[in-house]
Nanobody
Framework: VQLQASGGGLVQAGGSLRLSCAAS????????MAWYRQAPGEKRELVAA???????NYADSVKGRFTISRDNAQNTVHLQMDRLKPEDTAVYYC???????????????WGQGTQVTVSS
């Protein structure tokens, strides 16, 4: 099982970026999907999460600016980031709870991280 993230880059403050993450490989089910971020010298923090049914949860710092969505048929999760600020600069990691078999538990899987840099 592999999570492949894409879409990071350099953008000016006030701009937008869209991150995408796709799960590939052999697995039975995916429950929660999420985006985390980690800035230099900081702990990894939750940015946004989405359940299999579409329920969402956002960090206070991104509410109203970021939107998380998923496509269950394509096993993908997206993060639309609008009105970006310099403090959004970080490496962004996608996360998924993945069950490899019908009778196995959900394991935590992480993507490789994608750099988002917002210039002032």
């Amino acid at each position: 099982v592999q999570l492949q993230a894409s879409g990071g880059g350099l953008v000016q403050a006030g701009g937008s970026l869209r991150l995408s993450c796709a799960a590939s490989g052999s697995f039975f089910d995916i429950n929660n999907m999420a985006w985390y971020r980690q800035a230099p010298g900081e702990k990894r923090e939750l940015v946004a999460a989405i359940s299999q049914g579409g329920g969402t949860n956002y960090a206070d710092s991104v509410k109203g600016r970021f939107t998380i969505s998923r496509d269950n048929a394509q096993n993908t999760v997206h993060l639309q980031m609008d009105r970006l600020k310099p403090e959004d600069t970080a490496v962004y990691y996608c996360y998924a709870g993945i069950k490899r078999g019908m009778y196995t538990r959900y394991d935590s899987e992480w993507g490789q991280g994608t750099q988002v840099t917002v210039s002032s």
